[in-house]
């Protein structure tokens, strides 16, 4: 095959950025390699939460491969009910493929798999620019992108999830989109369709910005291209590629419409199918699904509030999401081209961008996108990587047209100019030492729970670390990254946050009432999908179920000697030393009154492990002083009494060791000094009672209702027996 000159330095320059891109990513690699606390079975471990969900699919997958399901029974053949494994996504599917038919292990596949799908998005790039006929601005793009704070962050080798083709799959939309609209060849027709196909299995999600494109091209079309037939053929298979309804269905429309569009004798037809196109987008769903999904990140509420039955007012878990809140403009312009100059003059590069190539308008999609990250949260920025990086290579190409003539110095010139703005990205990788999920000692606890937990026992913990309990263990949890609204949480934080005797009861309720709403569930899907049936939140159905009209009165009646549901499984409880840093979050979802939606006054909690002592002064910093002689405590310019001191700590043979003095029983603010750790707590009476301090910190657990299985200082692990 004979390649043209362009053909092989396009492929030399996709090379050569793909290669740049996989080598920077394996500088984690190297920088703890080694390191035994972040490997597990002969390999690192991940380094993001979510990932474990999508390896739990995966692995359910694979350990059903002989069982060959149809389609209708997929999900369940794979694993238990109502444990919600991912086994219908694409990651996991993908992820199982790779794994039946690579010669690596499982553990080396997901942490790998991010590092080379990622720096796939060199090649959309590249060919886009090849289409505006100047490769060098594909090749500095292609670098920049790859290694581009956000994007890095969110492919970087271990950061298993849908990230690593989350970008790469819309920028091949839009060099298809760009070639079909420069070219009017049918091929593209096809080509961007399936891309929007894959997508959309790909991530869900995509729903928002595929129609943003769709809305980009109508716009171009009636504006400069109105009578061009092939852009309205374009506009009809991108929209037909939308429908709200199953990528099986929409494959063989996809088909049918193309075969039509290649006869010359629908041509006269196109307007009135562009037609039945758009009515079917709307009868499908519409515009519905983008709303539901930005809601949150651009109109968050602090309260979710139920519009049937009581009413209730839950904690709003966006207050919470880091990735959903307002960003400064320096680390917004940081995270998407490495440095705020390179970001201003990104901008201007991409303006001039425009002006000479008017078909870059069709980038706007994923710009906007990027910029809503400025007010609904820094997991955005990824969007725009890709075009201001386009921008800021077409400034340097064409500023250096008019700076000199000479070949040598151009050349020279543009690798320094790329090296300068890479350089910024470079430092940052080197630094951006991010741990993996847990530590080696927590999933030795995990592995060996493996071998007394039931498949269908429940394991209650906070929702960051669900996913990797359900992984390494194979049980079912209350909340995870996916199942954390406020309705949801309540329950768990209530469990958390509380003494021993409610906590079980909770635990216990919600537990049972989880089961017992998904079997209803099942059994009375067209009805609830009708509107037939009402399905209220756990909570709020506990509250009928007992006879009350007031949820704050059922809580109270938890202090009683209620009736529980019967026993049906096992419940054990994962509290893990590494949530005392989110203790207060953790609060805030019950700390709430759920009839009126009025927070509570928050209990005191405060964490010190940066102190310094001198002369029996202990200054544990942020104005928080410890006097040793007169057993007070100062915070700020408030003094007083110290109720009670404890000090724990670890034994040569691993036993917790606590020693408590009661000092003053008036006073309302204890102290624990948890040696082995290094850290000093400062507690209201409510914390120090709570489940989380008393089994964790002081390993004190009623025995009636309590029985320890696992207690390692990292991780400690309870059964409840009632």
Not at 239 to 255: E, H, W, Y
Not at 375 to 394: D, E, S
Request: glycine share 4%.
């Amino acid at each position: 095959m004979n390649l043209t000159k362009e053909t092989k330095l396009t492929l030399i320059y996709i090379i050569i950025a793909f290669l740049f891109s996989v080598g920077m990513r394996m500088i984690w690699i190297y920088q703890f390699s080694g390191y035994e606390q972040f490997m597990f079975n002969g390999q690192f471990m991940i380094n993001t939460n979510d990932g474990y969900y999508f390896a739990e699919g995966a692995r359910d997958i694979l350990s059903g491969t002989s069982t060959n399901p149809s389609a209708e029974d997929f999900y369940d053949k794979f694993h238990q009910l109502n444990d919600r494994s991912p086994v219908s996504f694409a990651l996991s599917q993908l992820t199982a493929l790779f794994a039946y038919i690579l010669p690596f292990s499982f553990e080396s596949i997901i942490l790998y798999m991010p590092v080379f799908l990622s720096s796939l998005i060199v090649v959309p790039i590249v060919l886009i620019a090849k289409n505006l006929k100047n490769l060098e601005v594909g090749l500095i793009a292609a670098l920049l992108s790859s290694i581009a704070w956000s994007y890095y962050n969110r492919t970087m080798v271990g950061y298993y999830d849908t990230d690593m083709l989350n970008i790469v799959i819309p920028t091949f939309l839009l060099w298809s989109i760009i070639w079909a609209v420069n070219t009017n060849e049918n091929k593209y027709l096809l080509i961007t369709a399936l891309d929007i196909l894959v997508y959309r299995w790909w991530y869900p999600q995509s729903y928002a910005l595929e129609f943003a494109f769709f809305g980009l091209i109508l716009f171009y079309t009636l504006v400069w291209d109105r009578k061009n037939l092939y852009n309205y053929k374009l506009l009809t298979i991108m929209m037909f590629a939308m429908l709200n309804i199953d990528g099986f269905i929409r494959l063989p429309i996809v088909l049918f419409v193309f075969y039509i569009f290649k006869q010359e004798k629908f041509d006269k037809y196109i307007y009135y199918i562009l037609w039945i196109s758009i009515l079917a987008f709307f009868i499908t769903g519409g515009l519905n699904p983008i709303w539901n999904k930005l809601q949150p990140y651009v109109f968050g509420n602090v309260v979710d509030k139920t519009d049937e039955g009581l009413g209730l007012h839950f904690y709003a878990v966006m207050q919470t999401v880091r990735e959903a809140g307002r960003i400064p403009f320096e680390i917004f312009a940081n995270r998407i081209s490495g440095h705020t100059i390179t970001f201003l003059l990104s901008l201007i590069g991409y303006l001039w961008l425009v002006y000479k190539h008017r078909i870059m308008l069709l980038a706007l999609p994923m710009l906007g996108l990027g910029f809503l990250a400025y007010v609904g949260g820094l997991r955005f920025t990824i969007y725009a990587v890709p075009i201001l990086a386009l921008g800021i290579a077409f400034l340097i190409t064409e500023s250096l047209k008019y700076i000199t003539n000479k070949k040598s110095v151009k050349k020279l010139s543009t690798i320094i100019l790329t090296i300068v703005i890479l350089i910024p990205n470079i430092s940052h990788i080197i630094s951006y030492k991010v741990p993996t999920v847990f530590k080696k000692d927590e999933v030795k606890v995990l592995d060996e729970f493996k071998n007394i937990v039931n498949k269908e026992d429940y394991v209650i913990s906070w929702w960051d670390y669900s996913y990797a309990i359900r992984y390494y263990s194979d049980a079912k949890t209350l909340t995870d990254g996916g199942k954390h609204s406020g309705k949801v949480n309540f329950p768990v934080s209530y469990i958390l946050t509380n003494p021993q005797e409610e906590a079980a009861k909770m635990a216990r309720l919600d537990v049972e009432y989880t089961e017992k709403a998904f079997e209803f569930r099942k059994n009375n899907i067209e009805a609830i999908k009708n509107k037939e049936i009402k399905v209220f939140s756990n909570i709020e159905q506990m509250t009928k179920d007992y006879g009350f009209d007031n949820t704050n009165d059922f809580l109270l009646s938890l202090h009683t000697d209620i009736k529980l549901p019967k026993k049906t499984r096992d419940i054990y409880f994962y509290i893990p030393y590494r949530m005392l840093d989110i203790y207060s979050t953790v609060k805030v979802f019950s700390n709430i009154d759920l009839m009126s939606g009025d927070e509570f006054e928050r209990p005191f909690f405060y964490l010190s492990r940066q102190f310094n002592s001198k002369n029996n002064f202990v200054n544990l910093g942020n104005n928080v002083l410890l006097d040793l002689n007169s057993n007070t405590i100062q915070i700020g310019t408030k003094k007083q009494p110290i109720k009670r001191f404890s000090v724990t700590g670890y034994t040569k043979n691993g036993k917790l060791d606590v020693q408590e003095r009661l000092l003053n029983f008036t006073s309302t603010l204890s102290v624990i000094y948890m040696k082995s750790y290094n850290t000093f707590l400062v507690l209201d009476e409510q914390t120090y009672n709570s489940l989380y301090i008393q089994m964790m910190v002081l390993e004190k657990y009623d025995d009636e209702l309590f029985e320890k299985v696992l207690l390692t200082p990292l991780v400690k692990v309870y059964r409840l027996k009632i």
